[in-house]
Nanobody, 121 residues
């Protein structure tokens, strides 16, 4: 059974940084694309960033490009999201997700429970 457990959320001031982690288990982590999505209060869940199986290909939402960096450590079965220059509009619950495909662009098949990020102005 695939399990994704996020950590690293919290409260930070605008302009600050956080690093989210997602620990994966239940299957061979390095075979599959991963991603981060987020959901702000009263809004739909939206794409943040994605990374292919090897880490060699990434994509970002325009709203986070240049500020966030997605990465993965296949030896540790862990996905990361480094978030810099945080803005109040980045406040959301952040979800880790994985695809059943190695390459990006095929949607999400499994989700974590989410970690809350709150950015104060």
């Amino acid at each position: 059974q695939v399990q994704l457990v996020e950590s690293g959320g919290g409260l930070v001031q605008a302009g600050g940084s956080l690093r989210l982690s997602c620990a994966a288990s239940g299957r061979t982590f390095s075979n599959y694309a991963m991603g981060w999505l987020r959901q702000a209060p009263g809004k739909e869940r939206e794409f943040v960033a994605t990374i292919n199986w090897s880490g060699g290909e990434t994509e970002y939402a325009d709203s986070v490009k240049g500020r966030f960096t997605i990465s993965r450590d296949n030896a540790r079965n862990t996905l990361y999201l480094q978030m810099n220059s945080l803005k109040p509009e980045d406040t959301a619950v952040y979800y880790c997700a994985t695809s059943d495909r190695p390459d990006i662009g095929y949607g999400w098949d499994y989700w974590g429970q989410g970690t809350q990020v709150f950015v104060s102005s």
